[in-house]
């Protein structure tokens, strides 16, 4: 298994700002990624940060609004740039120690409300 | 329709029921299933976790799956009041996909 950590837990932001989430893992792992879940939806994946490259985005989602980075293989940052209330959601930090299909582990959240 | 279909409930039982959690999906090529659990304000936690038809079983929870339906299943025995959260089913492909096709999630609530 693998524990995570996020930074901060929560936050309010006031519109047109940006606010950057961390996510730190105890152990090197290969695959991490970043979901938004809103309230009482199920999970949709945002990126899947890889370290040494650019981070590979879903459909709906750019760089420029969701800037990643993955300097090594413990850590990670999410960017959620010129928010809007929209933007107001749980984002998740997640990694898959093994090989692709193998099991998946979550960090506790960082709850976003954007005024 | 799709690709996984999960009744988001709420499903209400009484403490000491078996619960019966469902998810059914489309893609016969799905092979890793997932359950996780979701307490309200905290991370999905991975419960069970198979690859193969069959049934799995860890301590209270026994996790099924058959292929041939494509329909896979989660039930808890002796449930508590401390099950109560929200309960996603999950799945992938045995390829380098990576990514995770999840249920809707079903709120389940545990009366004591």
């Known amino acids: 298994s693998a524990v995570i950590s996020q930074k901060p837990s929560r936050d309010i932001c006031q519109r047109g700002t940006s606010l950057t989430i961390q996510c730190q893992v105890d152990?090197?792992?290969?695959?991490m990624f970043w979901y938004r879940q809103q309230p009482g939806q199920s999970l949709t994946l945002i990126a899947t940060?890889?370290?040494?490259?650019?981070?590979?985005?879903e459909s709906g989602f750019v760089i420029d609004k969701f800037p990643i980075s993955r300097p090594n293989l413990t850590f990670s940052t999410l960017t959620v740039s010129n928010m809007s209330p929209e933007d107001s959601s749980i984002y998740l930090c997640?990694?898959?120690?093994?090989?692709?299909?193998?099991?998946?582990?979550f960090g506790p959240g960082t709850r976003l409300t954007v005024t | 329709q799709k690709e996984v279909e999960q009744d988001p409930g709420p499903l209400s039982v009484p403490e000491g029921a078996i619960v019966s959690l469902n998810c059914t999906y489309s893609?016969?090529?799905?092979?890793?299933f997932m359950w996780y659990r979701q307490y309200s304000r905290k991370g999905p936690e991975l419960l069970m976790y198979?690859?193969s038809s069959g049934n799995k079983e860890d301590g209270r929870f026994t996790a099924q799956v058959d292929k041939s339906s494509k329909y896979i299943s989660l039930f808890i025995r002796d449930s508590q009041p401390s099950d109560s959260a929200t309960y996603l089913c999950?799945?992938?492909?045995?390829?380098?996909?990576?990514?995770?096709?999840w249920g809707a999630g079903t709120k389940l609530i545990i009366k004591p």
């Open positions: 999950a799945m992938s492909l045995m390829d380098s996909n990576y990514q995770l096709i």
């Open positions: 893609n016969s090529a799905f092979q890793y």
């Open positions: 997640s990694v898959r120690p093994g090989l692709a299909g193998d099991e998946q582990y």
């Open positions: 940060a890889n370290q040494g490259s650019e981070a590979t985005y």
């Open positions: 198979t690859y």
């Open positions: 152990s090197q792992v290969t695959m």
